[in-house]
């Protein structure tokens, strides 16, 4: 079958899942108070981890390297809050990685409040002049400032922003879709922050040498396109308008709607000339670059029938999620299940102790009655996980082949594309673990490539 | 902000589960074989309407005997009989359409103890089978009680409803019933005829059949293309042979190609996974009925044509595997 090749601005297949942004769409982001205490983790971002480079009971001032690694593919993780260094110890994030942490006790002035608030989004962004700045301080800024993807990969932004002489990029795509249900984070910041973003989105540009720039905002956020398109002019921004769909926000997916380019499978947006940015990621790059300031501080939206107050909020890197709750007011009583992320792609968390990583975009709080109650059953091969795989994939056999061991079969099914998107879990009437199953496949096919 | 001190649930009280933590809510396996059942009813409807109580019974013993022969089978697999997952009475329903009305009731139960039990407990349940288990009880019963079912049992002279005592419309066809004119199109289509108990209407399977494709219980590639193929067979049949009664409309309207291609074709255990996969076998089938219809001693070739085109599914799916999205990954070395 060949991909529709017409303009329109969305990708194929997909789904609609319920939007369910109305519990904190029209909540202003609030700062929370700074914590007693923070615990940075030292891996947050693909890549190597890093090590401490701070000694128990050291005092640290906001914005202090706490580690960093000496490898390429890394990013240093700084302090949050101003305070003394504690012993290292041990976190288990959302995802189920084990990772060392460096807990901090809040001591001394802190910058919380409104100050912390305009530090990041406040003043004045300047408009002119950003071209003179050179590309390689950009991305030496965003190394320094331990800059990752904030959509949820966390990719090292200095590693995206500094690709090989061969790889020409013209576009820089500003990722503003945030398609996951229930997450407001980066439509409230489009609202707030818009300069920052736009002027981050500029700065991409100027490190990658693209020309153009589109942010892409899906349909349901209207005032979000309003306000990026009052001040994108002034820049020479494009504000492209997608399709409300499931997965809208997913790179290749995106590229297609907005550019109708495809990326072909296993290479990335860069070798057909583009650089994706979230938009949290972009606002990040202005403040490291014009500021100075490393990424200490992100917006996460908690929000669902499990929270008593949904909201936004700005939290400092390394707060405990139950703090992030406890910021939106606590679990309501019939509080079911806690996910580190949109309920899409998300995972669900059984220790609230667990910190707030760079890539935490949110916390989804699904109540009993959220939840499905509809028993697996045998898959009746309905083909409707064929019908929504955005990646054009088999889900059903890769699941079955995963199920059975047989790995290369699974791979000649192109278990290897899937980006675990989860539509065909989402979509499939006998409830089967689809993306669960496809995940051990991927797993396994990559230690055999490797 | 309220004034009452925060709480926090503990720990244990929060579910750990796989994503996604959504799920499309009105669509689930029940749901899908909920929705078959009320396709069925316009079909089940003209069937009453036009056979009577004939209908009712053979109806309800063959969902009866489907329901009982699942409990029974998964009885002697020692699994829970998974009744309210529905696919039994469906199963059964469609096999009791399939009937003629004069059929004896043990027929219908002892088809629909071959449907659960060959057709699909042999091959390990729900979702495992490669033969469309009603197909399978209707062949059972067509080769076991061969006279019960052939053309000429559709009619009984005595019959207290007049239309009892015509003969089918592919029966006329053929020519086994002697020289008598065709029913028009109209009557055909509308299914004031005599036949199956659920064929005669192809409107009541048309408003069944387009409410599944809506619902996405049944994949509308499938009817389409079932139809399709039954037209572009019909085309070629009546160039071969302009002499024939049955114009390419008569095919279409007249035997159980509706029914087929809605509620028999769309099964979705038994039919390809991908949209091309389905247009294949969509395809197939329709050109099968209107060979066997044309070419062999039967009237009506939707059985066979169903379970050949089963048997085939698992290569018309090794054929249609979609391209990805941004084609295949190229790895070093050309390793898969
Ligand atoms: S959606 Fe579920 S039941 Fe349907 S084919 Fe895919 S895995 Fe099987
Ligand atoms: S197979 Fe992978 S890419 Fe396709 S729908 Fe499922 S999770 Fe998404």
């Known amino acids: 079958m060949s991909w529709p090749s017409r303009r329109a601005r969305t990708f194929p297949h997909g789904v609609h899942p319920p939007e369910e942004k109305q519990f904190a769409r029209d909540v202003p982001i609030e700062v929370v108070p700074t914590p007693a205490a923070v615990a940075i983790p030292l891996l947050q971002h693909l890549g190597a981890p890093c090590q401490a480079v701070v000694a128990s009971r050291a005092t640290v001032a906001l914005g202090d390297v706490v580690g960093r690694a000496e490898a390429p593919v890394s990013a240093p993780v700084h302090a949050s809050i101003a305070g003394v260094v504690q012993r290292e110890s041990v976190a288990t994030l959302p995802n189920g990685r084990h990772v060392t942490t460096v807990p901090i006790k809040a001591a001394g002035e802190q910058l919380e409040g409104q100050a912390l608030y305009d530090a990041h989004f406040g003043g004045d962004w300047p408009l002119a002049g950003l071209d003179e700045i050179a590309p390689a301080e950009i991305v030496a800024a965003a190394g320094e400032a331990g800059l990752v993807g904030m959509g949820g990969a966390a990719f090292p932004t200095h590693v995206k922003l500094a690709p090989g002489p061969r790889r020409p990029v013209d576009t820089v795509l500003v990722n503003g879709c945030e398609c996951e249900p229930y997450l407001t984070a980066d439509e409230r910041l489009m609202r707030e922050a818009a300069l920052p973003v736009l002027v981050g989105a500029k700065l991409v540009a100027r490190a990658v040498g693209a020309k153009r720039i589109v942010v892409g905002i899906e349909a349901n956020k209207p005032e979000a396109i309003a306000e990026m398109r009052r001040v994108a002019p002034e820049l020479g921004i494009e504000v492209g308008v997608v399709a409300t769909k499931y997965p809208q926000g997913a790179e290749k997916q995106l590229v297609y709607a907005l550019l109708q380019r495809i990326?072909?499978?296993?290479?990335?947006?860069?070798?057909?000339?583009?650089?994706?940015?979230?938009?949290?990621?972009a606002a990040a790059l202005a403040r490291a670059v014009l500021r100075g300031a490393p990424l200490t501080h992100r917006v996460m939206t908690v929000a669902g029938h499990g929270v008593r107050e949904p909201k936004n909020l700005l939290v400092p890197i390394g707060l405990r999620l139950s703090e992030a709750i406890e910021a939106a007011g606590g679990l309501t009583d019939d509080a079911a299940r806690v996910i580190a992320g949109g309920p899409m792609m998300g995972f669900s968390v059984a220790y609230l102790d667990a910190p707030v990583t760079k890539g935490t975009s949110g916390?989804?709080?699904?109540a009993a009655r959220d939840l499905d109650a509809e028993p697996e059953r045998a898959c009746v091969r309905c083909g409707r996980c064929v019908d929504v795989c955005p990646m054009g994939l088999l889900p059903t056999r890769i699941a079955l082949a995963a199920r059975y061991g047989e790995w290369e079969l699974a791979g000649s099914y192109h278990a290897r594309l899937c980006v675990e998107c989860g539509c065909c879990a989402f979509a499939c009437p006998s409830r089967l673990p689809l993306v669960q199953l496809i995940r051990v496949a991927k797993a396994r096919l990559a230690k055999m490539t490797a | 902000?309220?004034?009452?001190?925060?709480?926090?649930?503990?720990a244990p009280a929060l579910h750990v589960a796989p994503g996604p933590h959504l799920t499309v809510s009105d669509f689930t396996a029940r749901r899908m074989m909920a929705d078959v059942l009320l396709a069925l009813l316009p079909v089940a409807g003209v069937a009453v309407w036009i056979f009577r109580w004939y209908a009712v019974l053979q109806i309800a013993v063959c969902v009866a005997a489907a329901l009982l022969a699942e409990a029974l089978f998964s009885r002697l697999r020692r699994r829970r009989a998974p009744l309210d997952d529905l696919s039994a009475a469906v199963t059964g329903a469609i096999l009791g359409l399939s009937l003629p009305w004069s059929a004896p009731w043990y027929v219908g139960a002892i088809g629909a103890f071959a449907a659960i039990g060959l057709g699909k407990a042999a091959f390990g349940g729900l979702g495992q089978n490669i033969f469309n288990p009603a197909m399978v009880g209707r062949a059972f019963v067509m080769v076991a009680f061969a006279a019960s079912l052939a053309g000429g049992a559709y009619v009984r002279a005595e019959a207290a409803l007049p239309i009892l005592t015509q003969a089918t419309p592919l029966s006329l066809a053929k020519g086994t019933a002697g020289a008598v004119a065709l029913p028009g199109l109209w009557p055909l289509f509308l299914g004031?005829?005599?036949?199956?108990?659920?064929?005669?209407?192809?409107?009541?399977?048309l408003v069944g059949g387009l409410y599944l494709c809506w619902r996405r219980s049944a994949a509308w590639q499938i009817p389409v293309w079932t139809l399709a193929g039954a037209a572009a067979a019909a085309v070629v049949a009546n160039l071969?042979?302009?002499?024939?009664?049955?114009?390419?409309?008569?095919?279409?309207?007249?035997?159980?190609?509706?029914?087929?291609?809605?509620?028999?074709?769309?099964?979705?255990?038994?039919?390809?996974l991908s949209p091309r996969g389905r247009a294949v076998f969509g395809f197939g089938v329709g050109v099968l009925v209107v060979l066997i219809r044309t070419l062999s001693s039967y009237p009506e070739g939707v059985v066979f044509a169903i379970l050949l085109m089963n048997s085939v599914t698992p290569l018309i799916n090794r054929g249609t595997v979609p391209k990805p999205f941004g084609g295949a990954v190229e790895l070093p070395g050309g390793a898969k």
Not at chain 2, 265 to 272: H, I, K, N, Q, R
């Open chain 1, 263 to 281: 990326v072909p499978g296993g290479k990335l947006p860069l070798d057909v000339g583009v650089v994706v940015s979230n938009v949290a990621t």
């Open chain 1, 363 to 366: 916390l989804t709080v699904l």
């Open chain 2, 1 to 10: 902000m309220t004034a009452e001190p925060v709480r926090i649930a503990p």
């Open chain 2, 192 to 205: 004031n005829v005599n036949g199956s108990l659920g064929e005669t209407s192809a409107l009541a399977c």
């Open chain 2, 240 to 272: 071969l042979d302009p002499a024939t009664p049955l114009t390419v409309l008569h095919h279409l309207f007249a035997g159980a190609l509706f029914f087929c291609a809605f509620f028999i074709a769309t099964d979705p255990v038994t039919s390809p």
